[in-house]
């Protein structure tokens, strides 16, 4: 059971628009930022946004970021084949548990 | 270019434990720290805890204290995540990421490495 929740997965067709949703509560995405991850099968997770919307260099401005209050949102506009990946949300934690933790994952099928 | 290699597959018994290693390259290595993530077959990620390379301090998940240690060589640039009492449910890709703090988000990954525990 992750601590954040995300759909197990979303589909669209290529060139379309996916959004998907990461919520969680105030002691993680509520007060903490957030980050987003593609995980191409049989590789190692890909920071897509971090810091709630920002994108490291070389990733396309397809991908887009978003938060608000306990909730969090990935964009991909201009679907592509290659897309197809799961997708992971993590923020840090302040509970007393304290720690990075990340949503079960988003598998994205592109029609 | 930064890179962050990590050692290979192993396979290991209940009850032993395993190193896992990831030599960085391509930046400062004191100037950041490393993260540990895993993943259980067909499953999510799990953050296993973050040590800095500039002066050692670590932060373990709490439910992971006690049966992890992760170190540094700062003379090689390497990473290294122990785990020991290996159950079963530990079987999974053990992932070292960089990030500045143990909040921070990993920018660069290592490219993953399977321990396996089975009898």
């Known amino acids: 059971q992750s601590v954040l929740t995300q759909p197990p997965s979303v589909s669209a067709a290529p060139g379309q628009k996916v959004t998907i949703s990461c919520s969680g509560s105030?002691?993680?995405?509520?007060?903490?930022?957030v980050s987003w991850y593609q995980q191409l099968p049989g590789t190692a997770p890909k920071l897509l946004i971090y810091?709630?919307?920002k994108r490291p260099s070389g990733i396309p401005d397809r991908f887009s970021g978003s938060k608000s209050g306990t909730s969090a949102t990935l964009g991909i506009t201009g679907l592509q084949t290659g897309d197809e990946a799961d997708y992971y949300c993590?923020?840090?934690?302040?509970?007393?548990?304290?720690?990075?933790?990340f949503g079960g994952g988003t598998k994205l099928t592109v029609l | 270019q930064v890179q962050l290699v990590q050692s290979g597959a192993e396979v290991k018994k209940p009850g032993a434990s395993v190193k896992v290693s990831c030599k960085a390259s391509?930046?400062?290595?004191?100037?950041?720290?490393i993260s540990w993530v895993r993943q259980a077959p067909g499953q999510g990620l799990e953050w296993m805890g973050w040590i800095s390379a500039y002066n050692g301090n670590t932060n373990y998940a709490q439910k992971l204290q006690g049966r992890v240690t992760m170190t540094t060589d700062t003379s090689t640039s390497t990473a290294y995540m122990e785990l020991r009492s290996l159950r079963s449910d530990d079987t999974a890709v053990y992932y070292c990421a960089r990030g500045e703090s143990p909040q921070d988000y990993g920018d660069y990954w290592g490219q993953g490495t399977l321990v396996t525990v089975s009898s």
């Open positions: 810091e709630n919307n």
């Open positions: 105030s002691s993680n995405i509520g007060n903490n930022y």
């Open positions: 993590g923020t840090w934690d302040s509970s007393l548990s304290a720690g990075r933790v």
């Open positions: 391509g930046y400062t290595f004191t100037s950041y720290g």
